[in-house]
């Protein structure tokens, strides 16, 4: 009974098992890019497990590893940006807000003609969209 036992729990395992891989053979750059990628919310963990095919079973332990290695030199290059990067980098920011605010008021008035053309269609009968199909 013993060794039917342990036989079941090899079979079992072996569906488990995965190969060793070295982590050490990933270069540094993409080390540090992934850390990147996973501290700037662009890339979850399970995303890069997938993706990069990293261990299941260690995956996350590996890329704590490297956040600790790498993130404080992230940060720190990002605190190097020349004053002609920053204030780039802030145009840049500006012009999305304003780009945001555009499209929110763009959004408002879709909904805003959508209803009134409803209400005409309800109230006045009239047939104000286009049917669809070849001929109208």
Do not use: C
Not at 116 to 130: G, S, T
Request: charged share 40%; net charge positive.
């Amino acid at each position: 009974m013993k060794k039917r036992n342990e036989s079941m729990l090899t079979d079992y395992m072996d569906g488990f098992e995965e190969k060793t891989v070295n982590y050490s053979n990933y270069e540094v750059s993409f080390r540090r890019w992934l850390v990147a990628q996973i501290d700037a919310g662009n890339m979850s963990y399970q995303e890069a497990r997938e993706r990069f095919s990293l261990s299941r079973f260690e995956y996350k332990k590996i890329i704590k590893r490297w956040q600790e290695r790498y993130s404080d030199e992230i940060h720190i290059s990002l605190q190097m940006m020349s004053a002609k990067e920053r204030t780039d980098h802030k145009a840049l920011e500006k012009r999305i807000r304003e780009l945001e605010k555009q499209l929110e008021r763009a959004q408002m008035k879709n909904v805003a003609l959508n209803t009134m053309i409803d209400i005409a269609e309800n109230d006045y009968k009239l047939e104000i969209r286009k049917k669809s199909g070849p001929k109208q």
